[in-house]
């Protein structure tokens, strides 16, 4: 199984400041995707990412979120000023090209806004 | 709307018992349906996957099955384990690769 590393593992922030969030795939990749839970809710899809270029949105990645993938490994996730309500587990998952289309998601990186 | 529901929310089950988590789910076009084991503070990890075809798979003492007709789906763990103690997220696959995530059975295994 392709292994996912997240950093931080926890991050705390002011509302209004910026946070970006890093995925690591170890292994190589074409898709990425990042999704959240918020504390006792469902995990929801947030955006996917191929080509290095967002192939798919969901109504919650606004514009105070962006992607990118700058040096061609760590795939980022920015949110430009922080809500109270972006306190959430950021979970990154990953998926190899052809065949299967398994996600394998990461550890997490948990949000606390305050 | 696209959208997974499990049941029951939560449980308690004594070491080495039995138990069943259902799901129901609503996405089309559905592909496959998957369960998922998510341990405090971790991510999902994928237990089975079920294609439209296909009425049961097992994973160890993990079984599932899947009705396609009824869109519904059951997840039974057997012989307990403390290290069962989770939170199962049945997951639906539908259109391009998009995912559907039920709330999670949260289950608790107590010795």
């Known amino acids: 199984e392709p292994e996912v590393t997240q950093t931080p593992s926890h991050q705390v922030t002011q509302m209004g400041q910026e946070v970006i969030l890093r995925c690591v795939p170890i292994?190589?990749?074409?898709?990425f995707y990042w999704y959240r839970q918020i504390l006792g809710q469902k995990v929801e899809f947030l955006v996917s990412?191929?080509?290095?270029?967002?192939?798919?949105k969901s109504e919650i990645f606004d514009d105070q979120f962006s992607v990118e993938r700058p040096d061609g490994s760590n795939f980022t996730l920015k949110i430009r000023s922080t809500k109270l309500e972006d306190s959430a587990m950021y979970f990154c998952?990953?998926?190899?090209?052809?065949?299967?289309?398994?996600?394998?998601f990461g550890p997490g990186t948990r949000l606390t806004v305050l | 709307k696209n959208q997974v529901e499990q049941s029951p929310q939560s449980l308690i089950i004594l070491e080495g018992k039995n138990c069943t988590l259902q799901?129901?789910?609503?996405?089309?076009?559905?592909?496959?349906l998957r369960w998922y084991k998510q341990d405090t503070g971790r991510g999902p990890v994928s237990l089975t996957i079920?294609?439209?075809?296909?009425n049961t798979k097992s994973n160890g003492r993990y079984t599932a099955t899947l009705d396609a007709d009824t869109k519904q789906s059951s997840l039974h763990i057997t012989a307990s384990q403390l290290s069962d103690s989770a939170s199962y997220i049945c997951?639906?696959?539908?259109?391009?690769?998009?995912?559907?995530f039920g709330k999670g059975n949260q289950v608790v295994v107590i010795p």
């Open positions: 990412f191929y080509n290095n270029e967002i192939s798919e």
């Open positions: 799901c129901n789910y609503t996405v089309s076009p559905f592909s496959n």
């Open positions: 998952a990953v998926r190899m090209a052809g065949g299967t289309d398994t996600q394998y």
């Open positions: 997951v639906a696959h539908y259109g391009n690769n998009r995912l559907a």
């Open positions: 079920m294609t439209f075809s296909e």
């Open positions: 292994s190589n990749h074409l898709y």
